[in-house]
């Protein structure tokens, strides 16, 4: 069995009345990247605050990196790394400044502190600007700085709370591959996101997080075919095949002039699905030129699970908003 990096169970939070998580359970294998998915107010950034020692639960089972959050704050504490809304980012010394600040935070040596520090600074291309006041950075560099300072402790769990918010098409794809490239050196990384592109992107697995519940989780394919819409269309050149198609693949309705010579056949996309569909064409002695599997996209599960439109995603680049946690 898979080991587990994070594994909650029972995860209960409330403000006052306010019920911001209301049973959540979550599991994490180590070295994947799981994506909570939800609108403003579903509870992420809670959940990511109780699960990195920052917030205590009302209720719930909780363990990090093989440590019982309860028992062991501080063993937890050392194996995660945070990068939250809030940069902690200091705008008024340099890069490597801010660099050599966490290393101190970390208790490094000097000589380690500045080792760690460089090759970090190289490995997210920040060397020709680290000597430059963190101020000067655009909002791509900084989001960049903040995930390098929250390395600096060598975290095998990090968690980034909407690590894109904010930053232009360009520097949300260089995130995506600092991402990934932490997730292939064996790193486990938990991230909130509003962006169904970069849960589908990135995640391996995706929880649906609405009013404190999760209300699904899976694979982002599992999500798609949650919701109506899927379909295989079936083109032909040949008409005399999609009207042999039409009759084994629509029984009792009598194939139309389609100009297209094209069947749309309802389907949720599985292999089951399409291979009973193949088997039905070969019964018939046919066979389709173009095949193509259409499902709907996140969007559509976002909206149908969560009443909720997905929030637009603004090209511009503002200030940082992300915080980081010294293990």
């Given at each position: ?40 107010g ?16 009302d ?9 019982d ?7 937890v ?40 520090a ?9 060397t020709?600007?680290?000597k ?67 849960a ?31 379909h ?5 050149t ?20 389609d ?69």
């Amino acid at each position: 069995m898979t080991d587990l990096a994070i594994a909650a169970n029972g995860l209960r939070k409330s403000y006052g009345d306010k019920v911001v998580l209301d049973g959540v359970d979550l599991t994490v294998p180590a070295g994947t990247i799981f994506s909570l998915l939800g609108p403003n107010g579903a509870g992420k950034t809670t959940a990511v605050k109780i699960l990195s020692t920052l917030v205590r639960p009302d209720a719930g089972e909780i363990r990090v990196g093989g440590h019982d959050l309860a028992a062991a704050p501080q063993a937890v504490r050392a194996a995660i790394g945070v990068t939250g809304q809030f940069s902690a980012v200091d705008g008024l010394i340099t890069g490597e400044e801010n660099m050599l600040l966490m290393a101190d935070l970390h208790h490094l040596s000097k000589s380690e502190g500045r080792r760690v520090a460089a090759e970090l600074l190289r490995r997210f291309d920040l060397t020709e600007a680290a000597k430059k006041p963190a101020s000067t950075y655009s909002g791509g560099m900084k989001r960049r700085l903040d995930i390098a300072m929250t390395l600096v402790g060598d975290p095998r769990i990090i968690f980034l709370d909407e690590p894109t918010t904010g930053l232009d098409p360009r520097s949300r794809h260089n995130m995506w591959q600092i991402i990934r490239e932490l997730v292939s050196d064996g790193v486990t990384v938990f991230l909130t996101t509003q962006y169904l592109e970069e849960a589908d992107e990135l995640a391996d697995r995706i929880a649906v997080l609405n009013e404190g519940r999760i209300v699904a989780e899976g694979t982002a394919d599992e999500l798609k075919r949650i919701v109506p819409g899927g379909h295989v269309r079936l083109r032909f050149t040949d008409p005399a095949a999609y009207r042999r198609a039409a009759l084994a693949l629509v029984p009792g309705e009598e194939p139309g002039d389609d100009e297209s010579l094209s069947l749309r056949i309802p389907s949720d996309g599985s292999q089951r699905e399409l291979r009973s569909l193949l088997d039905r064409l070969d019964a018939a002695g046919v066979e389709a030129d173009e095949l193509t599997v259409h499902t709907p996209d996140l969007d559509d599960v976002f909206f149908a699970l969560t009443g909720t439109k997905v929030p637009a995603q603004s090209a511009q680049s503002p200030q940082s908003a992300q915080s980081n946690q010294p293990a």
